[in-house]
């Protein structure tokens, strides 16, 4: 049989499908053999048409035989769907996610993954599971990595510039995937950090905080939506008809393919709301789950639910439409069929180095630079690399790295080595192991850096210790790594800290007794060139903080926009707070230091009273006081003062980057339509209330000058048009 040259109508093709062909489209499996081909079993699934999709397969050679059976022997030719987790990069691996939200820069988001997609197509992969959205203040989260950071502004701006760099205008392009929003709703806010927990949250910070970058995903186009593992306020997300119809379908009008997470399907009686897997298959497609991935569940017990009359037909139509549609989208009726690209062996295309580069210097912070250590100084006679993170190529590759490979890993002591000025030597010794306790390599790098004007550190987490399942109770270095870095800085020596994971760690002594200190995360292939870019200043770090940094892990849940208390810090005897450790965080959200100094001054506001419909219009004087360029993160807050409901002491609602060179001053403006000003009232809706209200332009949340305007809940007056009385 020839391959069908274009696709059907989907719901022309609904018609002439069986129940259980019907239930294929809903199944998706991985492969028994992740790197082989189809079992004789799994072909013949194939052949049946009881396979929709399959993921993380990859075999191109199975993969195109695979598809090939579907178009061609099996009774209908529907193609299958290829799906992988593309999250920050395919074989061109970029820094984690948490590490491209401190770019604060959505458009270099975009072409990241724009690029990503790019090489997944090539590969023969139609869907990414990605973007993550999960808004998370948790640090002991391991997969606070993975997504956008505590800020649900920053995390819409993000989620937009991911879906668009997927998907683009047109998704059947053979250099676009579907992107899929994850994990809706509310897994990053799970009980003590830990992965899959349940979630307690009142409807207004569900709405507020961790609905928003979904709803900007949806408005993207996001092809797909991912469910989320666990128990949300008492119902698991995969059988929570409010989450899955009344809040994403109904309220964010999202139209396309909903999927469970990993065997959430079939984990419905594990947390004790379905009796037996026949109810959980049940529940789920009730829900509103149109895809199981893993569990086989609907492949198992849907066709007889359905005969039964347990599960309305209707149902499995609306699920099994939205995947069919799906494929019409991504073009998979094409002729010819798209080829599955043979595995990569040659190097990076220079133009995707250049860009993972970029993405890895943006997204390093100077979180500490004291008497101006850094940019170190081209006149160096040696400098000595000490840690186990600088000679590795694993860990920079960080948590879910796609396809990609070691040996693109350029290393820190590799950067440093390529960028250090002539005549310069770079000395190394690794001191210790990510994370065994021994400390026989001590006395080595501690005579090394004696021997040194300068010394690196290089030391975080391994890249296991964040993603999913890798929750932590303790934020610190694993040991002995902060014993190391004690005892090279007894050395006497100046040492820089160049701190690897994929969460904000608590180190209040590093914080407080070294001279610099660059929050570096896994950054991908580029690490070392972009560290080493950084610290001889070949480039100027702009990352800035997309969560805020404890001191403790007593400190957490620890995020910028809180609620007040009636006795906050600072107003008298009894208070919130601690009584062995300041309230305040070891660096606040959206801090960052350049190598130079800014200063912001003669903030305005207008108009000085704003009705609805009307929009607001502030700025600001931005200086650079230094002596090198630079570039600032320049970020808005709002505050309203009194209102219905207790609101976030500050709440980030625009940004954007401006370079300075010295001496060099300019207004940074910004408008705010009126929605800004709005919050979600008990009623789930959008509300408006009169009032005063605080503006803050700085450099972080916990800085920078303030002005006050007034809303009136008055509309403001709608032009009439042209020719009416």
Known sequence: MNARPSPPDPRELLSRMTIEEKVGQLVQMAPSRAAGRLSSEEKRRVREGRVGSFLNWRHPAGMAEAQRLAREESRLGIPLLFAFDILHGFHTVFPIPLALAATWNPPLVEEVARLSAREGRAAGIHWTFAPMVDVCRDPRWGRI?????????????????????????DLASRERVAACAKHFVGYGAGEGGRDYAAVDLSLGKLLEVYLPPFAAAVRAGAASVMAAFPSINGLPAAANPFLLQTLLRRKLGFRGVVVSDWNAVGELPVHGVAADVEEAARLALEAGVDVDMASGLFAEKLPGLIRAGKVPVSLLDQAALRVL??????????????????????????????????????????????????????????????????????????????????????????????RAPAGTRVLFAPGCAVDDPSTAGFAEAVSLAKSAEIVVAVVGEPARMSGEAASRADLGLPRPQEELVRALVETGRPVVAILCSGRPLALPWIAEHLPA?????FLGVESGNALADILFGISGPVGRLPVTVPRSVGQIPIYYGRTNTGRPPGSGRDVSGYIDLPESPLFPFGYGLAYTRFAYREIRVAPPVVRRGQSLEASVIVANAGLRAGAETVQLYLRDRVASRTRPVAELKAFQRVSLEPGEERRIRFSLPSETLAFIGPDGELRWEAGDFELRIGPSAASGPTAAFRLENEPWPTPSPAGTP
Do not use: H, M
């Not at 400098?383 to 860990?395: C, E, F, H, Q, T």
């Open 145 to 169: 990595a993975e997504g956008p950071g505590e800020d649900p502004f920053l995390a819409s701006e993000l989620a937009s510039a991911w879906v668009r760099g997927f998907q683009g205008e």
């Open 517 to 521: 200190v660059l929050a570096a995360w």
């Open 325 to 418: 549609e799906l494929k019409a989208q991504l073009g998979l009726w094409s002729s010819p069929p798209e080829p599955q690209a043979a595995s990569r062996t040659g190097p990076l295309p220079a133009a995707s180095r250049g860009l993972a580069l970029r993405a890895a210097r943006e997204a390093i912070i100077l979180l500490r630079n004291q008497d101006e250590l850094l940019p170190l100084p081209p006149r160096l006679r040696s400098i000595a690399v000490v840690g186990p993170l600088a000679d590795d190529r694993k860990n920079p590759l960080g948590p879910w790295p796609g396809a990609g490979r070691e040996e693109d890993v350029v290393t820190v002591l590799e950067g440093i080595r390529s």
